[in-house]
């Protein structure tokens, strides 16, 4: 007897907003996370890993990045922080508000931080250092998407170099909106 398998629903037409290009399918999304995994597993084979998770956009990647890892035998502790420098705008505020904090130590643990967007680097180089601060051995930096804008000093891995455009979908928002979209697209005209 074969496994039941959840299927995915073919992305139609009307699932994708009228201003939104499509950059990346469901199946290339779930692809490229694989692969990032598959990258990661030397590194996280040695030592105790906790991921954490940069509320909110991060949420989908994270959980199927952790799904992911766990297919090569590692069982991560998982915990997040909830970080905010965007509110509802698209660009950066330049504050980093804390509205959660992680709520295990991390004093002398191994934290692999997981994001969305790389682009400033400001949220990561904030909550690098702030768990630095707290006591981390080691805070290895992932995230789903690198703007090619993006230095990348302060970023360890990622899935994807995404264009320089608005991203939307597979939890980035746009103003709250479209996170919750199957894959990932970019808004028209930004």
Sequence with gaps: MRPNRLRRPPITDRS???NVDVLLTAEE????????AEGLVPRLSTGSWTGVVVMLGATPFAA????????HGLDLGFDAIWLQSYADARES???????ADAARPVEGQNILLIDDVFDSGKTIAFARQHFLTKGANEVLTCVFARKPEAVTEGLDAWAWDAPPRYLVGYGMDDAGKMRGLPFVGAIKGA
């Design 16 to 18: 994708i907003p009228a």
């Design 93 to 99: 505020s330049g504050r980093m508000l804390v509205h």
């Design 29 to 36: 999304v779930h692809a490229r996370i694989e692969r990032l």
């Design 64 to 71: 199927d990045l952790m799904r992911a890892l766990s297919r």
